[in-house]
């Protein structure tokens, strides 16, 4: 302690002419007691390390301001920087919860996962009504960084895809680049998809007519509907039966477009921006609730009203898992509880504390999810 004294000491004005340094009082000392036979060896070791740590500390508080640094990544910036690019962080500026903790690197990273094992590394992500591939930004980090090959698909007339919204007249047409997508793969090529709210009619019509392009199929708080039934039905259900649509939220939250005229039915819908956070981001950090703000779409309402037909053979086939988000006031946890008995899937699995855009209020949870779902062995055939 007394060389960390006094390196302070002449920090503060003495000149450095006044005293030798105190690095070479240190040395000096050592050579004194090598010299002096057997049993100093262990105590110039002691004092060598001793000395180490006291110029660490002085070096630090030199570069610093006095004030310790309190990341090892801020200290040891240029080493982590011939190692390799940085961890991923999460960018979100609320408190962690325990619902959303911070994973190790280890863990963040499946660094003992070798994604070219599995039956299929390519994971693509459909976004839910009114968003767009933007969405999926955190997401699709995490997921690069574990070794996946990522696809973030914009719907049409979502994102940055220019059709116009108001003109879109069916399913097929609203989920043809998803379509257009499998239909490209090869005849061995295998995905899984992940779907966000209505993105899950998007999927289930893909699973109908490209069922073995695809490994498995996730629903994250999305519509998982079955045959002979449509969006429109699912949502309706939220607002007249769902004793935790507090004041009919979602009903509320909606304004119709009716570009061909009152006397015909809506073309889209618009999500009113006064209500986004209150609906959908009620756990997201702020600055991605402003995102969404200046980036979300009308959702084309013919798709919606529209009912799929899925059979057992097609649809049916793909193995199917769903997220659930349990503070969801858009798709409230009981109705989505109510789909997966509707129509089971193979396994359902929980983010607790999340809103219903998971990717951005729990990213770290739902990448392990999703890790999770992606690393479960192929079933066997029966």
Known sequence: MGAIVSCMSGRNGRSPSASPPPAAKRRSSVSSRRSGGGGGAKAAEIDEQALAAAAALVLGQRGGGGAFDRSASVRYAAKRQ?????LPRSSSTRP?????PELQPQQLLAKDL???DLETNVIVLVHGGGFGAWCWYKTMSLLEDSGFKVNAIDLTGSGIHCSDTNKISSLSEYAEP????LKGLGDAEKVILVAHDFGGACISHAMEMFPSKIAKAVFLCATMLTN?????DMFQQVDL???????????????????NGKDRPPTAINIDKASIRD???NQSPAKDVTLASVSIRPVPFAPIMEKLTLTKENYGSVRRFFIETTDDN?????????????????????????????????????????????TLPPAQAS
Request: glycine residues 4%.
């Open 82 to 86: 011939q190692q390799g690019p940085p």
């Open 114 to 116: 070798n994604t070219k």
């Open 330 to 374: 858009a798709i409230p946890l009981s109705h989505q509880q109510s789909m997966c008995a509707a129509n089971p899937p193979e396994k359902v699995l929980r983010l607790k504390g999340s809103d219903h855009a998971p990717f951005f209020s729990r990213p770290q949870a739902l990448h392990k999810n999703l890790v999770e779902i992606a």
């Open 279 to 281: 609906l959908l981001f």
């Open 241 to 259: 039966y769902d004793s935790m649509d507090t004041n009919g939220m979602l009903q509320k939250a909606q304004e119709f477009v009716y570009s």
């Open 228 to 232: 002979g039934h449509s969006a429109l």
């Open 96 to 100: 962690r919860s325990l619902a959303d």
């Open 178 to 181: 998803l379509t257009s997508y």
